[in-house]
């Protein structure tokens, strides 16, 4: 209605018109919005300071400081009963980044492996994967890690009839048991050789680059890096007398002792998580190598060059552009998502800080703003990082 | 061609005439079933062993499937220790499900009122029917009223209790929307003229001029509407608390909700963030940036702890509304930057045509722009309907009884303890088929489309 | 070091003497759709062969097949005498000898035309960089835009993008060059100069085989000159005969669309 009167007007009196000018009519509208978020923002405030009064309520930071006073299933940092609101917090963060870490490696390598076998001239296999990832990203997150909690990891044997693999990895229901690595004297030696191997390795791969240049041979300085990064250290390491002891787990009365214990939310929130995730992972990683037109392809075999030198030099420096985005915010969503842990009572952020805490010190407002202050700050962080890397991988075109 | 060169050109005027040889069938090994399997399961020796262990893959899962959910399944027993004293775990313990099937599907609804949520079901169907129908050419208006009057029906019949003047106004106007709508429907496909037009034709006004003709149409829509209003103050539902919605009907009715808000609240957001104005993309960008930053679990938390602190000390929001706006809002935060992708891929010569054909801003955004933006994000657009649907599985966390939270309480039934994988497995089913089913009907969508482009 | 490349083959009317290409009956079959029916086909070391024909005539397929971009079904493909086989290794050998420009040029964007062309060299042939560089630049002056060497594909226009393709083909030292409507992408005013750069490399004396229907360059370069249709190669003549006196009336019919705009 508006516009057919003003463009009405317009046409009628072209120049004198002060209500169809444009910078008047953004600053009119743009006053008009600030004042209704205003004006929002007021009722909204004042509605929670008399709430607030009424139910003796208190908005500030102080609590931090107080105990706690609850203890927690599973900290990847000390955390003792008595440690203050503040050391929750950071417990509950670095749970959730530990939970992100695992999860982000395990589903990486299950969606580099799918979306692989997506792709596979093979069509079983083909089909088999596409299935896999049909069901798995239509099914949603949370049915995913309760299925996997309730489902499978709460109905293992007791710790007595444990299932074992060699007498060293053990499930049961109260979660996956493997060997810890315990340092002897002497183990210095062999990580000593592991980064001196790994020093030799970028070396070899820049020695290798400079001869190629100047004498056109190839060195296969990659294969020969990663054997020597895994063959140096070991030998190293058999050689000084094994100074390695696996704190074996064992059966102790009604339960295991030593050893690592990955409780059964923990195994079930991070299996659901990479396996959810990996799915998406691998469409992305199909679509990026398969959006490399097949014309790049036949030109590198008109060439001459090699299937395997034509993925590395062609494809996939070209795919990568493609798939490192939407890649890095499926990592950003599986971060998110690992805030599901709450639904198993695995204490994760949002669990121990915006559940529990906030539950037993009443304070939702600090508490709220603090979770998503931590949330924010990860995906503004990861997104700013993530454009800076677009622009710098733009092709260059005309 | 070897006979036809020994012919000599003399004449060369008369020109050789070329015959075609006809096509030979292709080598046997290439085609058909056996060139098929050979190109694509055993083309070399890994290739081969591959197909093998795929094949042992499929038939150990289906085998274990089938076995556990149907050859060894229980199909008849009071309670889980009877399951387990015939088949042990080797097979699916069906009776608990059956039996809490109408919990799984209406929640706590009162049994005898759970015709109620069949009935506005079915009303939304009847009503988005005619949209696929044939010669139906008033799509648009019964696709904006399913939108727009649906829910005041629904939200009725599913809630029921006392109507008042304002609930009895709406639902008598849902109630003439419908009646309008299958009206509209059959004398679209009978005669190819909008109901109004016939009932102003059969009120004997279909040589009057275009004026005289709209207005007849406008009486008899109102005669409708009172004939409804009439009708809608003759009965009445009793209340059903939204504390005994659960199930599937729940969860339909939240990813119903969320589904109808994002996609409008998104075109305005969007809209905000590319905006001119400084202090409107300011506002917009900050909103979804921040929405799109948090786990939604934390704004489902937020909402369940804070809103009741924002409003003011008399106003009570129950809980499932609670749940559906912050659903709505993180929801219209997503679609907000699918549509800005959409706005994006736009060419510039498209705002520049709209604007050299004298389009205001909002006419060319709305008869321009946005139609081509949607069409070419319908994928992702549903695509993000699915990631909606898959995510009110969260609202049970703050306690609300949706599918998934139904299918846990099975399991804590004292008759049925610990049975966990078979109602997961029921419910499984169902989102898959859900989420399947759209993602399916988008690409199929997008298919067509990209057919009608081309032509 | 460029004059080297290209004049190595420098007699092309001299004895025929043993063919470069030699197809032998072959045949090729999309599914069961037959694309090419039994092609036979000699090519002589410094020939010129221009190859038209209506679209979907199997022309493309055809010289795609000679490189074994596509992998025909019946017959042989001998190059220099070895015929193209099973064996994965030897084919690629094979595959040295033959340079292709392609319709849609198929520059690697993610590099520079300078690495486009040294790409091969390096890889392939294990050329010292340096040394590829300067045998680079040789060739990106003989296509005349050696002042583009260190831009990127994209930022070229499409004639500029052909005659790197060229460049980048000659790189790998061919003794046949197959071109697969190298012009047909391109804006009118830019086929000339991708044109000028075939004609130069003809008359040194480099074997090729052409897919085009720039019949000014075939009446100007061509020895023989190639009508497919079918599937099937219909009339192969000089090209003088071929366009001042065709003998099939498919050949006639086809002559009269595309010679009269």
Same mark, same amino acid.
């Given at each position: 209605?508006?516009?057919?009167?003003?463009?009405?007007?317009?046409?009628?009196?072209?120049?004198?018109?002060? @209500?169809?000018?444009?910078t008047?009519r !953004?600053?009119?509208?743009?006053?008009?919005t600030?004042?209704?978020?205003?004006?929002?923002?007021?009722?909204l405030?004042?509605?929670?300071?008399?709430?607030m009064?009424?139910?003796?309520?208190?908005?500030?930071?102080?609590?931090?400081?107080?105990?706690?006073?609850?203890?927690?299933?599973?900290?990847?940092i000390?955390?003792?009963?008595?440690?203050?609101?503040?050391?929750?917090?950071?417990?509950?963060?670095?749970?959730?980044?530990?939970?992100?870490?695992?999860?982000?490696? =395990?589903?990486? *390598? @299950?969606?580099?492996?799918?979306?692989?076998?997506?792709m596979?001239?093979?069509?079983?296999?083909?089909?088999?994967?596409?299935w896999?990832?049909?069901?798995?990203?239509?099914?949603p997150?949370?049915?995913?890690?309760?299925?996997?909690?309730?489902?499978? =990891?709460?109905?293992?044997?007791?710790?007595?009839?444990? *299932?074992g693999?060699?007498?060293m990895?053990?499930?049961?229901n109260?979660?996956?048991?493997?060997?810890?690595?315990?340092?002897?004297?002497? =183990?210095?030696v062999?990580?000593?050789?592991?980064?001196?191997?790994?020093?030799?390795?970028?070396?070899? @791969?820049?020695?290798a680059?400079?001869r190629?240049?100047?004498?056109?041979?190839?060195?296969?300085?990659i294969?020969?890096?990663?054997?020597?990064?895994?063959?140096?250290?070991?030998?190293? =390491?058999?050689?000084?007398?094994?100074? *390695?002891?696996?704190?074996?787990?064992?059966?102790?009365?009604?339960?295991f002792?030593?050893?690592?214990?990955?409780?059964?939310?923990?195994a079930?929130?991070?299996l659901?998580? !990479?396996i959810?995730?990996?799915?998406?992972?691998?469409?992305?990683?199909?679509?990026? @190598?398969? !959006?490399?037109?097949?014309?790049?392809?036949?030109?590198?075999?008109?060439?001459?060059?090699?299937?395997?030198?034509?993925?590395?030099?062609?494809?996939?420096?070209?795919?990568?552009?493609?798939?490192?985005?939407?890649?890095?915010?499926?990592?950003?969503? *599986?971060t998110?998502?690992?805030?599901?842990?709450?639904?198993?009572?695995?204490?994760?952020?949002?669990?121990?800080?915006?559940?529990?805490?906030l539950?037993?010190?009443?304070?939702?407002?600090?508490i709220?703003?603090?979770?998503?202050?931590?949330?924010?700050?990860?995906?503004?962080?990861? !997104?700013?990082?993530?454009n800076?890397?677009?622009?710098?991988?733009?092709?260059?075109?005309? | 061609?070897?006979?036809?060169?020994?012919?000599?050109?003399?004449?060369?005027?008369?020109?050789?005439?070329?015959?075609?040889?006809?096509?030979?069938p292709?080598?046997?090994?290439?085609?058909?079933?056996?060139? +098929?399997?050979?190109?694509?399961?055993?083309?070399?020796?890994?290739?081969?062993?591959?197909?093998i262990?795929?094949? /042992?893959?499929?038939?150990?899962?289906?085998?274990m499937?089938?076995?556990?959910?149907?050859?060894?399944?229980?199909?008849?027993?009071?309670?889980?220790?009877?399951?387990l004293?015939?088949?042990?775990?080797?097979?699916?313990?069906?009776?608990?499900?059956?039996?809490?099937?109408?919990? &799984?599907?209406?929640g706590?609804?009162?049994k005898?009122?759970?015709?109620?949520?069949?009935?506005?079901?079915?009303?939304?169907?009847? +009503?988005?029917?005619?949209? +696929?129908?044939?010669?139906?050419?008033?799509?648009?208006?019964?696709?904006?009223?399913?939108?727009?009057?649906?829910?005041?029906?629904?939200?009725?019949?599913?809630?029921?209790?006392?109507?008042g003047v304002?609930?009895?106004l709406?639902?008598?106007?849902?109630?003439?929307?419908?009646?309008?709508?299958?009206?509209?429907?059959?004398?679209?496909?009978?005669?190819?003229?909008?109901?109004?037009?016939?009932?102003?034709?059969?009120?004997g006004?279909?040589?009057?001029?275009?004026?005289?003709?709209?207005?007849?149409?406008?009486?008899?829509?109102?005669?409708?509407?009172l004939?409804?209003?009439?009708?809608?103050?003759? +009965?009445?539902?009793?209340?059903?608390?939204?504390?005994?919605?659960?199930?599937?009907?729940?969860?339909?009715?939240?990813?119903?909700?969320?589904?109808?808000?994002?996609?409008?609240?998104?075109? &305005?957001l969007?809209?905000?963030?590319r905006?001119?104005?400084?202090?409107?993309? %300011?506002?917009?960008?900050?909103?979804?940036?921040?929405?799109?930053?948090?786990?939604?679990?934390?704004?489902?938390?937020?909402?369940n702890?804070m809103?009741?602190?924002?409003?003011?000390?008399?106003?009570?929001?129950?809980?499932?509304?609670?749940?559906?706006?912050?659903?709505?809002?993180?929801?219209?935060?997503?679609?907000?930057?699918?549509?800005?992708?959409?706005?994006?891929?736009?060419?510039?010569g498209?705002?520049?045509?709209?604007?050299?054909?004298?389009?205001?801003?909002?006419?060319?955004?709305?008869?321009i722009?946005?139609p081509?933006?949607?069409?070419?994000?319908?994928?992702?657009?549903?695509?993000?309907?699915?990631? %909606?649907?898959?995510?009110?599985?969260?609202?049970?966390i703050?306690?609300?009884?949706?599918? &998934?939270?139904?299918?846990?309480?099975?399991?804590?039934?004292s008759?049925?303890?610990?049975?966990?994988i078979?109602?997961?497995?029921?419910i499984?089913?169902? /989102?898959f088929?859900?989420?399947?089913?759209?993602?399916? /009907?988008?690409?199929?969508?997008?298919?067509?489309?990209?057919a009608?482009?081309?032509? | 070091?460029?004059?080297?490349v290209?004049?190595?083959?420098?007699?092309?009317?001299?004895?025929?003497?043993?063919?470069?290409?030699?197809?032998?009956?072959?045949?090729?079959?999309?599914?069961?759709f037959?694309?090419?029916?039994?092609?036979?086909?000699?090519?002589?070391?410094?020939?010129?062969?221009?190859?038209?024909?209506?679209?979907?005539?199997?022309?493309?397929?055809?010289?795609?097949?000679?490189?074994?971009?596509e992998?025909h079904q019946?017959?042989?493909?001998?190059?220099?005498?070895?015929?193209?086989?099973?064996?994965?290794?030897?084919?690629?050998?094979?595959r040295?000898?033959?340079?292709?420009?392609?319709?849609?040029?198929?520059?690697?964007?993610? $590099?520079?035309?300078?690495?486009?062309?040294?790409?091969?060299p390096?890889?392939?042939?294990?050329?010292?960089?340096?040394?590829?560089?300067?045998l680079?630049?040789?060739?990106?002056?003989?296509?005349?835009?050696?002042?583009?060497?260190?831009k990127?594909?994209?930022? $070229?226009?499409?004639?500029?993008?052909?005659?790197?393709?060229?460049?980048?083909?000659?790189?790998?030292?061919?003794?046949?060059?197959?071109?697969?409507?190298?012009?047909?992408? $391109?804006?009118?005013?830019?086929?000339?100069?991708v044109?000028?750069?075939m004609?130069?490399?003809?008359?040194?004396?480099?074997?090729?085989?052409?897919?085009?229907?720039?019949?000014?360059?075939?009446?100007?370069?061509?020895?023989?000159?190639?009508?497919?249709?079918?599937g099937e190669?219909?009339?192969?003549?000089?090209?003088?005969?071929?366009f001042?006196n065709?003998?099939?009336d498919?050949?006639?019919?086809?002559?009269?669309?595309? $010679?009269?705009?």
């Amino acid at each position: 209605m508006a516009i057919t009167e003003s463009t009405s007007v317009r046409t009628s009196k072209p120049t004198s018109s002060f @209500i169809n000018n444009e910078t008047v009519r !953004s600053v009119f509208y743009q006053i008009l919005t600030l004042a209704c978020v205003l004006g929002l923002g007021w009722y909204l405030v004042s509605n929670t300071i008399e709430n607030m009064s009424t139910r003796g309520m208190s908005a500030g930071f102080d609590f931090l400081d107080a105990s706690a006073g609850f203890g927690i299933s599973f900290t990847l940092i000390p955390y003792r009963e008595g440690d203050s609101y503040f050391r929750v917090f950071q417990v509950g963060i670095a749970n959730t980044l530990l939970v992100a870490a695992i999860g982000i490696v =395990f589903a990486t *390598l @299950i969606g580099l492996f799918v979306g692989l076998a997506r792709m596979s001239s093979n069509w079983l296999i083909r089909t088999i994967a596409r299935w896999y990832v049909e069901v798995l990203r239509n099914t949603p997150l949370l049915l995913q890690i309760i299925a996997w909690y309730f489902g499978v =990891f709460t109905l293992l044997p007791r710790p007595r009839d444990s *299932l074992g693999w060699g007498e060293m990895f053990f499930l049961n229901n109260r979660g996956f048991y493997f060997p810890a690595p315990v340092a002897g004297d002497g =183990f210095g030696v062999t990580l000593a050789a592991f980064a001196l191997a790994l020093a030799g390795a970028a070396g070899l @791969i820049w020695w290798a680059r400079k001869r190629q240049e100047a004498t056109g041979k190839h060195f296969p300085a990659i294969s020969v890096g990663i054997a020597a990064v895994i063959a140096l250290p070991l030998l190293v =390491f058999l050689v000084s007398g094994r100074p *390695l002891d696996w704190e074996i787990p064992a059966l102790q009365g009604f339960n295991f002792r030593g050893g690592v214990n990955v409780p059964p939310s923990l195994a079930a929130l991070i299996l659901a998580l !990479s396996i959810y995730t990996s799915c998406f992972i691998a469409e992305i990683v199909r679509s990026g @190598i398969q !959006s490399v037109s097949h014309g790049q392809t036949e030109a590198a075999r008109a060439l001459g060059v090699k299937p395997s030198w034509t993925m590395r030099l062609i494809i996939l420096p070209q795919a990568l552009r493609v798939i490192i985005p939407p890649l890095i915010s499926q990592y950003l969503n *599986l971060t998110k998502n690992s805030s599901l842990a709450i639904a198993i009572g695995f204490p994760d952020l949002v669990s121990v800080w915006m559940n529990t805490s906030l539950n037993q010190s009443g304070r939702a407002i600090p508490i709220v703003a603090m979770t998503m202050a931590f949330y924010c700050i990860v995906s503004l962080t990861v !997104s700013f990082a993530m454009n800076r890397y677009n622009q710098r991988i733009l092709l260059k075109e005309r | 061609m070897s006979d036809s060169t020994l012919v000599t050109t003399d004449e060369a005027s008369k020109a050789l005439v070329f015959k075609p040889k006809p096509p030979r069938p292709a080598p046997p090994s290439t085609v058909g079933v056996a060139g +098929w399997m050979r190109a694509n399961l055993f083309s070399s020796v890994p290739n081969t062993l591959l197909t093998i262990l795929g094949a /042992y893959l499929v038939y150990s899962f289906f085998s274990m499937l089938i076995n556990w959910a149907l050859i060894n399944a229980v199909w008849e027993a009071d309670n889980r220790r009877e399951c387990l004293d015939l088949v042990g775990r080797s097979g699916a313990c069906w009776p608990g499900v059956v039996e809490w099937l109408p919990n &799984l599907i209406y929640g706590l609804y009162p049994k005898d009122q759970v015709w109620r949520i069949n009935f506005g079901f079915l009303a939304l169907i009847a +009503w988005a029917v005619p949209l +696929w129908l044939p010669g139906v050419r008033s799509k648009v208006a019964i696709g904006l009223s399913a939108v727009l009057i649906y829910p005041f029906l629904a939200s009725y019949f599913f809630m029921g209790g006392e109507k008042g003047v304002i609930w009895t106004l709406l639902i008598a106007l849902g109630v003439t929307g419908f009646v309008w709508v299958w009206l509209t429907t059959i004398t679209e496909m009978r005669y190819g003229l909008p109901f109004t037009r016939v009932m102003a034709g059969i009120l004997g006004a279909s040589g009057k001029p275009e004026e005289a003709q709209r207005s007849y149409g406008r009486a008899s829509m109102g005669a409708l509407f009172l004939i409804s209003l009439i009708v809608v103050t003759q +009965w009445e539902l009793p209340e059903v608390q939204t504390r005994f919605w659960g199930g599937l009907f729940l969860t339909l009715v939240i990813s119903g909700i969320g589904i109808t808000f994002s996609l409008p609240a998104g075109v &305005l957001l969007a809209l905000g963030r590319r905006s001119k104005m400084p202090l409107i993309s %300011l506002l917009s960008t900050t909103f979804i940036e921040l929405f799109r930053s948090v786990p939604l679990i934390t704004i489902l938390f937020m909402f369940n702890t804070m809103l009741p602190l924002f409003l003011p000390v008399d106003v009570e929001v129950n809980q499932l509304l609670r749940a559906i706006v912050a659903v709505c809002l993180f929801a219209a935060a997503y679609m907000a930057e699918v549509i800005r992708g959409g706005l994006q891929a736009i060419p510039k010569g498209q705002y520049e045509a709209a604007d050299a054909m004298g389009l205001g801003y909002w006419q060319s955004i709305t008869l321009i722009i946005m139609p081509q933006a949607l069409k070419i994000m319908i994928p992702t657009i549903v695509g993000n309907f699915i990631g %909606l649907f898959k995510d009110t599985t969260l609202v049970s966390i703050i306690g609300l009884f949706d599918l &998934l939270s139904m299918s846990r309480a099975v399991g804590e039934d004292s008759r049925w303890l610990g049975l966990f994988i078979e109602p997961f497995f029921f419910i499984t089913l169902i /989102y898959f088929l859900f989420c399947f089913l759209m993602s399916q /009907y988008s690409i199929n969508l997008e298919r067509r489309l990209a057919a009608g482009a081309r032509r | 070091m460029s004059t080297n490349v290209l004049a190595q083959n420098a007699s092309p009317s001299g004895d025929r003497g043993r063919p470069v290409i030699e197809l032998v009956g072959m045949s090729k079959w999309f599914g069961s759709f037959q694309v090419l029916k039994d092609i036979d086909l000699r090519v002589y070391e410094g020939e010129r062969i221009v190859v038209c024909g209506p679209s979907g005539s199997g022309k493309s397929t055809m010289i795609r097949c000679i490189n074994q971009l596509e992998t025909h079904q019946e017959g042989e493909v001998i190059v220099n005498g070895e015929a193209f086989g099973s064996n994965v290794a030897n084919n690629d050998l094979i595959r040295r000898d033959i340079g292709m420009v392609f319709q849609q040029f198929n520059l690697f964007p993610h $590099l520079t035309v300078l690495e486009n062309c040294t790409l091969a060299p390096i890889w392939v042939k294990e050329m010292p960089k340096a040394q590829a560089e300067a045998l680079a630049m040789s060739l990106l002056e003989r296509v005349r835009i050696p002042e583009q060497a260190a831009k990127y594909p994209l930022q $070229l226009s499409g004639g500029q993008q052909q005659r790197v393709a060229i460049a980048r083909a000659l790189c790998m030292n061919p003794k046949i060059m197959l071109f697969d409507e190298p012009t047909s992408a $391109l804006d009118p005013e830019m086929i000339n100069e991708v044109l000028d750069v075939m004609i130069e490399l003809a008359e040194s004396g480099m074997t090729m085989i052409v897919v085009t229907h720039e019949m000014n360059f075939a009446r100007r370069v061509a020895d023989r000159v190639i009508f497919m249709d079918q599937g099937e190669i219909v009339e192969e003549a000089p090209p003088a005969a071929f366009f001042d006196n065709p003998r099939f009336d498919r050949t006639q019919l086809f002559l009269s669309q595309i $010679l009269h705009h």
